[in-house]
Each structure stands twice: as C-alpha cells, then as structure tokens.
C-alpha cells in the first residue's frame, strides 16, 4: 500500500530573515494540498524565526549532536530543536558525513537521541559515483542502514530514510527509475528485516537533483514515499510545483 508523500526541503546553509518571506510563501501554499505532508529543515539559528513565521507548519534542523547536553561546543541537541520550534531532523546527510566525518554509529546515535525526545527524523543514506560506477551501490547503501538505522522504533516520533544518491545531490543529474526503484526496494526489505511489520511504514524519500521537471516522474516509482528537495526549496515557486507533483501522483498507478 502507498504511504502519505512526504517532500521536506532541504536549506543547507541558506537563509536568512529576509528569506522567510519563502517560508510563509510555502507554508500558505501547503494549504492547497492536504494530501502531502510538507517540511522544511532550515539552519539551526532561523528555526525559531521560521516556526514563528509559519505557526503549525513542520520546521526541521539539518543535524543533530547525540548528547542532550554537555561539553560540546558548537552542538545543538534535539531538545534545543524542539524548543526552538522544529519537530523533525535530518541526520547523516551526505555533506555531514564527508565534510565532518561522521559514521553510521554517530548517525545512529543522532537519530536515536532525536527519536527518543518526540523529534522526527529523515536519515539520509546514498552512494558515491565511483561505488555507483563498480555496481556496489546497493550494497553500499544497505551496509549504511545496517550501521545507521536506530535500534528499535519504539516511541511516537517518525522514522524516514532518504536515498540521497552523493552524485545526484546539486548536479542536475538523477539515477534511472529503474536505478530509484531498485534501490528504493533494497531500503524496504532492509527496514522489513529490521523492523518487521513496521518496516513497511517508514517512508522513503528520494533526494538529489529533484525539480518540478522531474518531480512527477519520480513520485510515480513505487516505493518512493517523498522527497527531500535541496536547491529546489529555497524558493516557493520552485518549491511548490514538486509539492503539486507529490498530490498528483497520490491515488495513481504505480510503475515499476
Ligand atoms: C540535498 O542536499 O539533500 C539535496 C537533495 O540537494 P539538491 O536537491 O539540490 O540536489
């Protein structure tokens, strides 16, 4: 059975007051449709001016440091994110776990902490191009889900996983839907032998690369349960044709 689409952006380290102009934009627009569920993950410091900006829509941070308190200088808890106003987070994003070096165990770790205070979470998980290149992608994306899927979904808070392919993110160019829908397939079964039963609740998102161009395209491939946008969610015009894509494709045929 198809889940709810999710399409969260993704702000990376864009924004400022001036631009929660996009987040009202966005969050007004969200009304049309009911049938999606929408968020967006904004730098840490603009998540309480967002939240502000947009009462009741979903606000996010980008990462999250796995202690809830304590000597670490530059970390912001999930405890901070929710007080701030945001209830969900991505963790393990590709850029993270380059540019700071973080493994699966840390983004375990993060996505733990974040679940167990009531924070959604979007962990990320996807290949290189050279991993892509020898053909080892999906077994590459299912070692990273082993070491970095929390242990148990226990509590009220929502796990996603986000396919987010590295040579996709920002190029302009996308897997196949077939590449999607394979490796999209590889996930469920992971989270099936992971969580049983409840494993065929956690959404799947796809990420890198999605436009209003391709939007359509890739929610009709089974087992794509959103997406989790970057450059294209910065702006609401860009933002919500991907949005209108996601309620267009509810309730449709599925290809393989
Ligand atoms: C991302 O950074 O998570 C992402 C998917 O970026 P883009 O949509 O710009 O490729």
Redo the contacts with the bound molecule.
Sequence with gaps: MALRKLVAG?W?MHGLSSDLVEVRAIAAASHAYPQVDLALCVPAILIERAARAAPGFAIGGQDVHHADKGAHTGGTSALMLLDAGASLTIVG?S?RRDAHRESDDEVKAKAEAALSCGLNVILCVGESLEVRGRGGAVDTVGAQLAGSLPASLDGEAELAVAY?PIW???TGKIPTTAEIGEMHASIRASLGSRYGADGAQVRILY????KPSNAGEIFAITDVDGA?????SLKAADFIPIVEAAAAVEGRGFIA
Aim: glycine share 30%; charged share 20%; aromatic share 0%.
């Design positions: 993704n990376k994003h850029e987010e996709a993110i920002g990420g890198g690369s999605v989790l946008v970057g450059g294209a």
